[in-house]
């Protein structure tokens, strides 16, 4: 059974950092571009970021390009997104999926306030 | 980028009723339109992809049509479970881009 499980998410303050993880299972991994998107409360769906299957290729939304980084770890099946200079507007659902869009996780919950 | 317009943003329907939602690209992006239904605390679901391709496991209630710039997603006779939001999508280009969402609501 194809199963991607996020975590990581929680509170930070303006200005920081946090990781987001999904581990990836199922399915042969790295054989997948993987994404990001998210989901601020009550707003609609965005896409963040794509990376291919062996790690050598990636995409931003202009809204996070030079602050997020996505990486993977095709060893231990994970998929990242590392997060910095949080800001307000940053406050969302994140959800990763696979390329195929058919398989997505739970979604963390990433909080930027003070 | 390219904008994906949906239409109407929401709406208000009975159980059998066909419901249908449209979705226009700011330019063509051939067939590379998914269509997913969302419904609330819960991830996304892939219902249509490539447009008109119905995904594995959904009802046949469901069906998708378009090309170019301009697609609609059916719902041949709405059923409880269908109350939710529903989302259009390009996978033409990067960046991905999603329509505004059209949120399905009771009668």
């Known amino acids: 059974e194809v199963q991607l499980v996020e975590s990581g998410g929680g509170l930070v303050q303006p200005g920081g950092s946090l990781r987001l993880s999904c581990a990836a299972s199922g399915f042969t991994f790295s054989n997948y571009w993987m994404h990001w998107v998210r989901q601020a409360p009550g707003r609609g769906l965005v896409w963040v970021s794509r990376?291919?299957?062996?790690?050598?290729?990636?995409n931003y939304a202009d809204s996070v390009k030079g602050r997020f980084t996505i990486s993977r770890d095709n060893a231990k099946n994970t998929l990242w997104l590392q997060m910095n200079s949080l800001r307000a507007e940053d406050t969302a659902v994140y959800y990763c999926a696979r390329v195929l869009w058919d398989y997505w996780g739970q979604g963390a919950l990433v909080t930027v306030s003070s | 980028d390219i904008q994906m317009t949906q239409s109407p943003s929401s709406l208000s329907a009975s159980i059998g009723d066909r419901v249908t939602i449209t979705c226009r690209a700011s330019q063509s992006i051939s067939t590379y339109l998914n269509w997913y239904q969302q419904k609330p605390g819960k991830a996304p679901k892939l219902l249509i992809y490539a447009a008109s391709s119905l995904q594995s496991g959904v009802p046949s209630t469901f069906s998708g049509s378009g090309s170019g710039t301009d697609f609609t997603l059916t719902i041949s006779s709405l059923q409880p479970e269908d109350f939710a939001s529903y989302y259009c999508?390009?996978?033409?280009?990067?960046?991905?881009?999603f329509g505004g969402g059209t949120k399905v609501e009771i009668k």
């Open positions: 999508q390009q996978s033409y280009t990067i960046p991905l881009t």
């Open positions: 990376i291919n299957g062996d790690g050598s290729s990636t």
